[in-house]
């Protein structure tokens, strides 16, 4: 009874929060909960399967792949990490989410707290062009001077 209790406990502040919340459960392979900000994110619906997240996975460059695999291993090992992904889109263009993971070993479950940091992931991209652009402009001017 306890368990329902929190499990029903997570899923109320999950459905409140801003922020994505995903339930893996490693004796099930297979997520167990996903609030509505963690399936709007990523597309995993509560009761996703290890094929489904597979195939969201294999959607990712190598580079990001790797990246995750690093990231799965660390909060086995520490309990605790965090991970910024780049998650190609089609129409509506790449988003890129700051996860953090907590390993609760007792429940066999890996808890994920999911942000999106897409806008100012995009403003920090725009400030370094317009810097470069500044510095070229700098560096023009100093020339012919």
């Given at each position: 009874?306890?368990n329902v209790d929190s ?139």
């Amino acid at each position: 009874m306890e368990n329902v209790d929190s499990l029903s406990l997570v899923e109320e502040i999950g459905s409140l929060s801003k922020e994505g919340l995903i339930l893996y459960s490693l004796n099930e392979k297979r997520i167990t909960y996903s609030n509505p900000a963690a399936t709007e994110m990523t597309g995993l619906m509560g009761n996703a399967s290890q094929k489904e997240v597979f195939s969201l996975l294999l959607t990712l460059e190598q580079s990001e792949l790797e990246h995750l695999k690093k990231y799965y291993f660390e909060v086995l090992e520490k309990s605790t990490t965090q991970v910024q992904v780049r998650i190609p889109g089609q129409a509506e263009g790449e988003r890129y989410l700051s996860c953090r993971g907590y390993l609760i070993s007792d429940a066999g479950i890996i808890a994920v707290v999911i942000r999106n940091i897409t806008e100012a992931h995009q403003h920090k991209e725009y400030l370094l062009k317009y810097t470069m652009k500044k510095n070229n402009l700098l560096d023009t001017l100093v020339h012919h001077i």
